[in-house]
């Protein structure tokens, strides 16, 4: 962009809206627990779900040890196994990725990226964190119940979720039902705020195309889950009624040890289109904050603006939108009118093009920039190379002759933990490396990010990239024991212990994480307001943590785009976006 | 040039109208929709979510009644009564609908007279509001009551198919909690209008936000809404 006087076209726009009224905290108890201040519910919000989702990395400890030495640890028997794999995955993917991308990201990046005070509605927004912290507790409430948490696998599929013979159907699946319901009414109110305040409470001049790709990644990606929840709702709300008031949604007649029993006439199937409905914009709700958050750590950091801006915004959409024409593609085995599975196989692959134009966008960004492999850059670079490999075993899957063979292998497993497991938690370590600063006033240590980034890096790749060599031999998942069988060498069997060890290793590497994250907050170097010298908003605010409120007095003015990196004319190598002339005059 | 001035107010801004004008307001900044508070903009995003999960529901309770084996019972029958001797099909439903679909007219009245600021009228036509919807709910009570009578249970019915009695159960109570929830609403904010805090902008309990009379109008947003669904269960359950 070359320096240029203030056009008619540049003038500010006056106030549409007034100035927000602040809800003001009288003690500490409103101010520190029962906070109305979106920063104060982000970071709620995130603690809640680190600890659930730490709970989560112990329970893949235990599965992975049962699978890497299945003849060593026998108080891990088939039932646990089975709780262990469902509760791992469950709350990973909604309580942990969901709750901590949109209501941990989400509160705390929305309002001080698009320059607005706080969220629209901070009393619900509130009410949406403690509605998702009893939905935790009542999940969490589970694992003491008789019975046990269920043992259903994620997915929940009936008849057999609900029925005799599955861990956790006495008590643990209602538990998990009433929790998901709870987590939607949650997540309800806090998702109306993030899409109202991006709509309706920008700053003077944050015009749509200004705004940073994480804004519109979270945006995009809340818009989706409102429409998307929706079905896992009503899919819980008719389980729920199967199991305790015998009703037969989703139950065909039954015959269980010689008895009839009282179930017929439901539609098995119908739960899996419910919960695929649900389920597949669910991976793009986690991905989409991932690629806005992405790009603008790639910007940041190679000191360039990104790529085909536009481009990247369209796509963002584009995806989401189509990610609602996709989800059968999960059902290829399930029994489904088989013709279906061509028009879904061909909206899953068309659904590789926007994929792929923000891949090389990214890869475009990097290119002649100026890379600082900072923690939160590494992060990033990790982050395309493993969604790289683990989006084109998805090339796989969603072709049905080629998901045939492959559904229910540890293909599979390898692929989504790849591309929605590893890829955005590695975003989420990146991103908290890179706004740690802005919450906290202080940077987080470098070289334990550094030890942090490569033994999870390199330790993901040792977990899964052998888990796709093993689907291909055949070995299923969901296996509790393997056994002998004439399809499964030995070796399988040893690289299933070299797995488990990288698994403990890269474990590991997370507690080493969180040590830093307590550690940086006492003893972190003092980090100023704008230690990455980037040019969004957040960075601008005149406090560090910003103050309740953002931006004291004056609401900031936007008068670019949130990507004046290395502008050539300009006096340093990052223009804000509040800043009205090239010079910084 | 260290900020540029504002413009005055509505000095640059006759926006061109139809999609020209949309286009302008969606690349413009701080709103996407210039004519559209956050509350209103709030409750229309929650109606498009609330859709989806009816839109789930009616098409859940079209898929088992194509799944299951047994015959679906005939709803003009089951839900007859016999008044003064005579014989009449889906008598209470069809006066349920009216019932209704008259407490929208009482809702846009109030919507209207509350833009005017007529504290009396408004609160008089949301109270009148809130007894139709009272009325619905208690007509849908006497519905259940009755079908539990005859033997109706979520997992089985003299007639035939299971399901109609689950997904009766289901969508119509979903249904009539939505309503019970406006019908609370719409008293407290007839409450409210009746005590002026409208006029004098009282501070809410929970939020300390000034309070306006568009609260009446975003309560009438849900309550159309509302009334909106009862029209497709009609159609879908009742009349096929």
Known sequence: MVERSLGPA??????????????????????????????????????????????????????????????????????LYYQFITMHGMIMVIY???????????????????????????????????????????????????????????????????????????????????????????????????????????????????????????????????????????????MLFDKTLGTSFFMPAIVQGGEVMAYGGGSP????????????????????????????????????????YRMMVWAIVFIGA????????????????????????????????????????????????DIHLTTPMLFALGFIVTFVSGGLTGLFLGNAVVDVPLSDTMFVVAHFHMVMGVAPILVIFGAIYHWYPKMTGRMLGETMGKVHFWTTFLGTYAIFFPMHYLGLLGVPRRYHELGVTSFIPDSAHTLNAFISIAAFIVGAAQILFLFNLVWSWFRGRPAGGNPWRATTLEWQTPETPPAHGNWGKELPVVYRWAYDYSVPGAKLDFVPQNQPTLSGG | MAHASPTAPGLSHARPGGWQGIAADWSSDQRAFKQVSWGKAMMWIFLLSDTFVFSCFLLAYMTVRMSTAVPWP??????????????????????????????????????????????????????????????????????????????????????GAPQFGSTFFMITGFHGTHVTIGVIFLLIVARKVWRGDYDREARGFFTSRKGQYEIVEITGLYWHFVDLVWVFIFAFFYLW
């Open chain 2, 74 to 159: 005939n709803a003009s029958e089951v839900f007859a009564l016999e008044i003064a001797g005579t014989h009449m099909p889906l008598i209470l439903i069809a006066i349920m609908t009216f019932v209704l679909i008259s407490s929208s007219g009482t809702m846009a009245m109030a919507v209207n007279f509350g833009y005017r600021r007529d504290r009396r009228k408004t609160a008089i036509l949301m109270v009148v509001t809130a007894l139709f919807g009272a009325a619905f709910v208690g007509m849908q009570a006497f519905e259940w009551t009755k079908l539990i009578m005859e033997g109706v249970r979520p997992w089985g019915n003299p007639w």
């Open chain 1, 10 to 79: 540049d003038i500010v726009p006056p106030f549409e809206v007034e100035d927000v009224e602040l809800y003001h905290p009288k003690s500490w108890l409103t101010k520190y627990v029962f906070s109305q201040d979106a920063k104060i519910i982000a970071i709620q919000y995130s603690l809640t779900a680190l600890a659930i989702g730490l709970v989560a990395l112990v329970l893949s400890w235990l599965v992975r040890l049962q699978l890497g030495f299945p003849d060593y640890f026998t108080f891990i028997d088939a039932t």
């Open chain 1, 269 to 308: 199937i119908l739960f899996q289109h419910l919960f695929w409905f649900f389920g597949h914009p669910e991976v793009y709700i986690v991905a989409l904050p991932a690629f806005g958050i992405v790009s603008d750590l790639i910007s940041t950091h190679a000191r360039r603006n990104i790529f085909g």
């Open chain 1, 96 to 238: 942990l990725l969901t709750a901590l991308f949109l209501g941990g990201f989400g509160n705390y990046l929305i309002p001080l990226m698009i320059g607005a005070r706080d969220m629209v509605f901070p009393y619900v927004n509130m009410l949406s964190y403690w509605i998702y912290l009893l939905a935790v507790l009542v999940l969490a409430a589970s694992f003491f119940t008789p019975g046990g948490p269920t043992g259903a696998g994620w997915t929940l599929y009936p008849p057999q979720a609900i029925l005799a013979g599955t861990p956790g159907q006495e008590s643990g699946i209602v538990l998990m039902l009433v929790s998901l319901i709870l987590f939607i009414i949650g997540f309800t109110m806090g998702g109306l705020n993030y899409v109202v305040t991006v709509l309706q409470a920008r700053a003077r001049g944050m015009t749509l195309m200004r705004m940073p790709l994480t804004i519109w990644g979270i945006f995009t990606a809340t818009v989706m889950a409102l429409l998307a929840f929706p079905a896992l709702f009503v899919g819980a709300v008719m």
């Open chain 1, 322 to 369: 189509l990610s609602f024409v996709v989800w059968a593609h999960h059902m290829y085995v399930s029994g489904m009118n088989p013709s279906f599975g061509f028009f879904f196989a061909v909206t899953t692959l068309i659904i590789a093009v926007p994929t792929a134009i923000k891949v090389y966008n990214w890869v475009l960004t990097l290119w002649r920039g």
